[in-house]
């Protein structure tokens, strides 16, 4: 079993910047891509970026995040990032690390869930 610990979530005003965190307590083959959904209230989870641990480095982003958001690997330090700027009020949600075998933006595809942590954007 794999546990993906997140870090990083609070409050910042539209506009500002957030820093998300996630590393797996192991790195096996489930874990060779990296990603991350959100789910705000009364919304479906949906996909927001995702990353793979090797060297081509593959990273994909929704479209509502492409440009603002970005998501990195640090491999020294077993950890994954996401990198949030010029947040909106719509960006607000229940960020989740999900772990999996290739990069996909369907939640079904990941293996491994970490706990969730909350983004809230105030106007």
């Known amino acids: 079993q794999v546990q993906l610990v997140e870090s990083g979530g609070g409050l910042v005003q539209a506009g500002g910047s957030l820093r998300l965190s996630c590393a797996p307590s192991?790195?096996?083959?489930?874990?060779?891509?990296m990603g991350w959904f959100r789910q705000a209230p009364g919304k479906e989870r949906e996909f927001v970026a995702a990353?793979?641990?090797?060297?081509?480095?593959?990273?994909v982003y929704a479209d509502s995040v492409s440009g603002r958001f970005t998501i990195s690997t640090d491999n020294a330090k077993n950890t994954v990032y996401l990198q949030m700027n010029s947040l909106y009020t719509e960006d607000a949600a229940v960020y989740y690390c999900?772990?999996?075998?290739?990069?996909?933006?369907?939640?079904?595809?990941?293996?491994?869930w970490g706990q969730g942590t909350q983004v809230t954007v105030s106007s």
């Open positions: 192991r790195r096996t083959a489930s874990t060779n891509v």
């Open positions: 999900a772990a999996g075998f290739f990069v996909s933006s369907r939640d079904k595809e990941y293996t491994y």
């Open positions: 990353i793979d641990w090797s060297g081509g480095r593959t990273a």
